[in-house]
């Protein structure tokens, strides 16, 4: 960092030179004014002190991402490095919440058409192997796999794997915590739309509001970092409940993710039923007025807030009003070990029809390859993606 060495003495003499005026010194996006008293001097200083100190750790940040390789195979057309992959594990779910599966149901794909254990674990390998540092299971709802422990044993054995996380709406899963974490799951989000127990059945069309409030507490109880609760915001169902979530993050270290209502195959998607990020913000601000913005990382899904004293933390995922395409890290293996580039995009490859077809793993590669270059830089506008064919959210994986 050797600029480092003149950055302060060249400001200083700056400021020290500079005749008194308001016109501001400009230094990314920060701005500080000039003025030669000796009062403002030191707080200058100060400035360009804590400027220097905030660019010297966005170059280190950049140096360790660039020796975090991903191979070619995981990089798209757009630049763009996939080091996390979601795995669905199961189509099956002990709820039936309106907005991931049809009020009809679905049809179930055949067990015999799913991925078993060791192609999961096959399939997962290959692509830590090119640059995976993360895998996150979902479903359906993963926890009600039988061999659910057994299969982030062997995940987390993976070389190069840095995390293991799973979302789960924690029916079942505060019993299965602790062997779950001794198998390797060190993150976790818990999906819970509202915090009243007549609405929660109302929602998910199931019981078990506080087995939901247990998983949450036991995640904490274990140590589990970060520990999410996920929320989909919708008008006329839980926007009122907006600022109950907030206050949960006052005693609790929990990151309460308020996500925007998406369309999906059955859900009934509507606008009106939307409730925007900015929207959710004025609430959040008119009783919150010290929430502040925290530091993303660059292939966050979510902007992140937090309440001034407060222990959690608050997010927003708005995939509707404000996308993050060009970010994404992201590829998602389905249950049938289909390989989806895009949430929203229809486009999916068999990675199960290419392994038990006997496919060497160079061919693998090729395979997965050619479908993370052919990813659209950004998916199409929510109305569009309303008219647009795509499964149910219990097919894709949450």
Request: aromatic share 6%.
């Amino acid at each position: 960092m050797r600029w480092m060495r003149w950055i302060i003495p060249s400001f200083s003499h700056a400021f020290r030179s500079r005749t008194s005026s308001t016109a501001p010194l400009v230094f990314g996006s920060h701005q500080v004014y000039s003025d030669t008293s000796a009062v403002f001097y030191e707080q200058r200083v100060s400035a360009v002190r804590s400027l220097a100190v905030e660019a010297e750790s966005y170059v280190r940040r950049g140096n360790a991402e660039e020796r975090d390789r991903v191979s070619d195979m995981l990089i798209d057309s757009h630049g763009r490095r996939h080091n996390y992959l979601r795995i669905s594990l199961t189509e099956r779910c002990n709820l039936r919440c309106n907005y991931c599966m049809p009020a009809k149901g679905v049809e179930l794909t055949p067990n015999s058409e799913l991925l078993s254990q060791k192609e999961i674990v096959r399939i997962a390998g290959t692509f830590v192997a090119g640059g995976v540092d993360k895998i996150r299971l979902t479903g359906g709802e993963p926890s009600i796999r039988s061999d659910i422990e057994e299969i982030c044993e062997q995940l987390s054995s993976l070389p190069g794997l840095k995390h293991l996380a799973m979302t789960s709406n924690g029916i079942v899963l505060s019993r299965k915590l602790p062997r779950l974490q001794a198998a390797g799951l060190n993150q976790l989000n818990i999906s819970l739309d509202t915090l009243v127990p007549a609405k929660f059945e109302l929602l998910t069309r199931r019981k078990g509001h506080n087995k939901v409030l247990q998983s949450i507490d036991t995640a904490l109880g274990l140590g589990l970092s970060p520990v999410k609760v996920n929320t989909v915001v919708m008008r006329g169902l839980n926007d009122d409940e907006i600022l109950d979530f907030v206050e949960l993050t006052r005693d609790k270290p929990i990151n309460v993710r308020f996500i925007e209502f998406m369309p999906f195959d059955g859900n009934v998607w509507n606008s009106k039923k939307l409730v925007s990020y900015m929207e959710m913000m004025d609430m959040i601000k008119k009783k919150f007025p010290s929430i502040h913005r925290l530091e993303d990382h660059p292939t966050d899904t979510a902007k992140n807030f937090q309440v001034e004293g407060f222990q959690g933390t608050v997010s927003f995922i708005t995939s509707m009003t404000q996308h993050f395409c060009s970010g994404c890290n992201r590829l998602r293996l389905m249950a049938d070990g289909n390989l989806k580039v895009c949430l929203f995009g229809p486009a999916e490859v068999s990675l199960r029809d290419a392994i038990r077809s006997g496919m060497q793993e160079l061919d693998l590669q090729q395979v997965i390859s050619d479908a993370v270059k052919r990813k659209k830089a950004a998916h199409a506008g929510m109305f569009e993606l309303a008219r647009t064919q795509n499964r149910p959210m219990v097919h894709i994986g949450g």
